[in-house]
């Protein structure tokens, strides 16, 4: 749908597109610019300090042909002290940098992990389906990692030891350039074979993160399905493939170290010829009286001070192409359009549609009255800001109440299909016709794998449906902001999933500003009172780091999530299953009061829950086949028969 | 069925955390409780035995590659050398005429170069070797070590952590090791070349140079023993992180359906908020350290260079042997902030190999056998094994009785269904008899073997549980049901799905049997991936099945394919089955009930329900639901 990019997780292997890895990294400066200043002060301050450690060998050249040859111990310590004045500079400069860009790359560091988080919170859930978590954590944090540092030390100092080589060049060749060029000459061969290299290196190092994602992905797993595995006793197998997994990243990560080794190689080796060179050289000119022993001691000095900006030139580039391949990682994601991208064009189609509605052309609600559209759509709007306390359900429902045809929750020919479906696969939903009506509960009943649970996503519009549309209260869901639309409308998944907070924390995020009370009365509903004898009540620590509940203590709870504060529409999808029957009679009774005030729409696959609902919708073959009473549908289809009560259940009466 | 019964539920639950058995007056375990901090216990020493235990086996490489770095660094180090040698030696030579000493500096040169480069060449890839080789290693024990912690371990040291062992500090261990570790000990290695060497050329200026290691060594110990404090609390800040994020990645759906974005945001914002403070308070340590050591480095080296020139001037130095001090020294320096650096992540993989080791030493509260015994054969036609459970009680470690001491005994190729409340102690039996959990009394027999004697793969074999967590693994749907045979035919496979009801849906499927669930993981309902969990558990073909809950997201038609599937395969198995839901529990031959641990009824389905007792109220309300 919105997303362009595909994730390479499984396909591991270099990005088929190469963009360069300095306009990678460029797009990088939204989030250095705020730190600028500091960035770019820092690098002048090295730049500075490094060139002092230039001026160094040339004060030991004054000492050496100076005071030291002409026998003369005052001078010596002039020289001293001068080295040593140096030398504090130097130091305090080194600290004056890191202290500068310390807390600044630490703040973009975080930055760009707030925002990567922000936005994959906003992403669809068709993302995230295609997306395994491990993917997208190691873009959060070793990518993350890898570009503070690169900002921290490869971006200063590919700039800083740049002056340096040229300044320390510049002197070389100003003391003695013949001398000087013997040293500049192997420098040009080796900045092109640190080119050739980078490129090498930029294909091997996207597959050693892709490879480490992988296996993150594997550890995951072998952790979340421990049970099956022990239960299985697979537990051998499991570390069979991860160990195939982990040799896959050690053959990259040895290809990796092979093109590094041959780079060092190069790097000592080259320079170390030509200071040799430069050594022999120097030593039959002073020899001759052309050279002073103290500038070829100077000149060497110089040269071996150089060796580190040159060889570290090899291992900067390296960690440029790591940051550019970690840049290129994180904007694969944030370059995912989130959910809301696809809003912009819809709004205003769908207001032109809603004027037709308004004025009696849309042949859906043709003998209501437009009036009753209008007003309701007004109570919406007062509900969703006001927060959906149930009173203003219970207002809306009396408003339409009757022949509220234009009220409730409908769908009008809803298709959906998964975007990275192949297309000759039919659609999960071809053509929904549905309407729930204002205060009413629909039962959703259908086979499994019919698109039951799909459908229910569509209503909070986690998945978006593909054609057709869906109203509330007769207005267009695409019209409402999300944030109101999932205000209006409260769901609990089948699966239930807590978060890491406390319980009451947990049941109050279906409605932010619902109070102690609805909190109570929705943990009542739910049947989830054991939550007062936790440790510490609805104050317990649940979720992932806190107290592990049971499967049903965690559906009851976000049951309660869904019910508290009593919101207009409620999705639940087959919300009882993991309860024991006992309970889920206690639930289902309590539950009859809040579904008498709601529009719901409920996936059963019992006849226990499908009798809280005041009308069955039998989904079949990605339509609704049939609409009734659970009675009326026991009697006419066979299907409904089959699905209920298991009996004449055979192939042929399942869907088409 | 009491609602009281309600508060013992988190004892039971599947993934109840054990620490916790419900008791009210217990307080809250938490705070007492080490695994809710992030620390477990670190036996000491056992860093350096880990870290030996790695490197041993591959003793001769570390050999090879120290050598190699022994010889490089040599290399390296003797260009100072030769300049000493061609200012105070050459150019004299060469006055006199002689070239002799100026061709072997030039010769000597050409080859400390040549030798530098191929024995670095050489050294990183011997050293690449070794750190992956270790890598390699450590992340397969932690992974085989991780599957091989029992349940409770897993219940309740929670997966983001586990995770981020596996991850982030096997990371910092890697960035040690291929970027650090070869530079630390290049520096040492220099370290030691050049003192020596200093030395030979001048005991004073030499033994000057070693003076200043200790006030250097002093600065390196305060960074590394303050930088360990704020390492610590940077990675705690990053796990801290990491669970929040994969919370919020694998809960997306009811993230953006209750609107948690802003909320989360927020959340999200303080912990990375506190990591970023560590991160910055890192750094700062890092900046801190340079300035000290730069300054005494700088100063040390203005002092040795000022001595050294003033003892030419008054003659009792050559000039060349300070022009090579002057050389040394900078080399001799010039690493020192990079030291710092190194340390760092030195600190931070000690940190890391530090909670590794301390997951290591966890041991297994469900060892293996040391001495396994064999289950007797079974005759072909052997209806299951049979089941015993003697005299067996089931508490928590940390206290909190679960199952009171009770006797029980399932005869071969029973079929038993295992009723009560949530809470009752369901699910400790079936773990029990899984093996998940050892009884803290009692022996659990399987043919008269206790469980505790049989080999992993023996038990496997025999006894099989199907949870109501269908997890599905990243892969294709048959490579998920074979995870219950992996050596069974694609025919083997599709009968087993055939027989549980599944073959439809997969069918249906665009791939088939080879859909990859992963990435239209999203899109196989609950129910199906119970169906598939169930073709799992049936192509395992064990003489005992255990079915906790595995139907509670079953459809009707499911759950009645899935009876008639129990009806045909379930014969000749022992059986033990969970269920909320009594339609399963009539096929049964023997219905337990149990309420607070303890079977209270125990009898045929008909017998139970012509009662009077608890089974009976049970399954009155469930008939009364089916309308």
Known sequence: MAVTSEPRAQEGGAAPRHRSATRSLLRLWPYVRPVRARLFSAAAVAVVASCLGLVIPLVLKWMVDGPVAHRDPGGVWLGGALLLALGSAEAALFGLRRWLVGRPLASVEAAMRADLYRHLQRLPVSFHDRWPSGQLLSRATTDLMLLRMFLAFPLTFLVVNGVTILAGFAILLSQEWTLGLVLVVPAVPLVILCSLFETRYATVARTVQDQTGDLTTVVEEGVLGVRIVKGFGRHRSQARAFRALSEQVRSTELHKARLLATLWALIMTLPELAIGAALVLGTVRVADGDLSAGTLVAFLSTAMTLR???????????????????????????????????????????????????????????????????????????????????????????????????????????????????????????????????????????????????????????????RGRITLDGRDITALPREELRALVAVAFEEPTLFSATAGENVLMGAADAGREELLRALKVAQADFVHALPEGTGTEVGEQGLSLSGGQRQRLALARAVVGGPRFLVLDDPLSALDVHTEALVEAALREVLASTTALVVAHRPSTVLLADRVALLSGGRIAAVGTHQRLLWESAEYRSLMSGQEAEEGERSP | MTTVEEERESADGWESSGDWNGDEDRGRGTSSDRFDRDVLPVPKGASLALLRSLLSPRSRRVWVATVLLLLQQAAVQAGPLLVAYAIDRGVPALRDGSHGPLIAVGAGYLGCALASGALQYAFIRAS??????????????????????????????????????????????????????????????????????????????????????????????????????????????????????????????????FRRERANDKRFGEQNHRHERANGDAILEMARYVVSSRLVANTAMAAIVLWGAYRVASGSLALGVLAA????????????????????????????????????????SVPDPTDPKPLPPRPAKAPGREVVFDG????????????????????????????????????TLAKLLARFYDPSEGRVLLDGVDLRDLATPELRRGVVMVTQEPFLFSGTIADNISIGRPDATRAEIEQAAKAIGAHDFIAALPDRYDTDVRKRGGRISAGQRQLVA???ALLADPSVLILDEATSSLDIPGERAVQRAMDTVLRGRTAVVIAHRLSTVETADRVLVMAEGRIVEDGPPARLIAGEGRFAALHQAWRDSLV
């Open chain 1, 308 to 466: 580190w900006p040159v060889e570290s030139l090899g291992f900067l580039l390296a960690m440029s192409q790591d940051a550019a391949t970690a840049t290129d990682r994180y904007f694969d994601v944030m370059d995912a359009e989130p959910a809301t991208a696809a809003d912009r064009p819809r709004p205003a189609r769908t207001r032109g549609r809603g004027g037709e509605g308004a004025s009696g052309k849309d042949d859906t609600d043709g003998e209501d009255g437009t009036g009753g559209e209008v007003r309701t759509g007004g109570e919406v709007r007062t509900g969703g800001r006001d927060g959906p306390a149930s009173k203003y359900g219970a207002g809306g429902r009396d408003g339409t109440n009757g022949k509220g045809a234009a009220g409730g929750l409908r769908f009008e020919g809803v298709e959906f299909a998964y975007a990275d479906a192949p297309p000759e696969e039919p659609p999960v939903l071809r053509g929904v016709d549905l309407h729930i009506r204002s205060g009413e509960t629909m039962a959703l009943v259908g086979a499994t794998g019919s698109g039951k649970t799909t459908l229910t996503a569509l209503v909070p519009r986690l998945h978006e449906a593909t």
């Open chain 2, 128 to 257: 690449a070797r070794i750190s992956q080789d270790v890598l390699l290693d450590l992340r397969g024990r932690i992974f085989r070590h991780a599957q091989a912690l029992s349940v409770d371990f897993h219940e309740r040291y929670t997966s983001g952590r586990l995770i981020s062992r596996a991850t982030t500090d096997v990371e910092s261990l890697r960035e040690l090791l291929t970027e650090g570790l070869e530079e630390l000990l290049g520096v040492a290695l220099s370290v030691v070349y050049i003192s020596i060497t200093l030395l030979y050329l001048d005991w004073g200026l030499g033994g000057a140079a070693v003076l200043s290691f200790w006030p250097l060594y002093l600065l390196i110990r305060s960074f590394q023993r303050r930088s360990m404090r704020v390492y610590r609390k940077r990675s705690t800040a990053i796990a801290a992180v990491i669970v929040t994020f994969t919370e919020t990645m694998n809960g997306i759906r009811p993230v953006q359906a």
């Open chain 2, 325 to 364: 001090a002057a050389l040394y020294l900078r080399r001799l320096y010039d690493p020192i902030d990079r030291l710092g650096m190194f340390l760092n992540s030195y600190q931070s993989a000690a940190a890391s190999l530090e909670k590794i080791a301390g997951l290591l030493a966890q041991r297994p």
């Open chain 2, 392 to 427: 067996v009680r089931f508490a928590y470690r940390t206290g909190g009785e679960v199952l009171p001491r009770f006797d029980l005994t399932l005869p071969a190729g029973q079929t038993v269904a295992v009723v009560g409340a949530t809470g009752a102690g369901k699910s």
């Open chain 2, 534 to 536: 169930f073709a799992r």
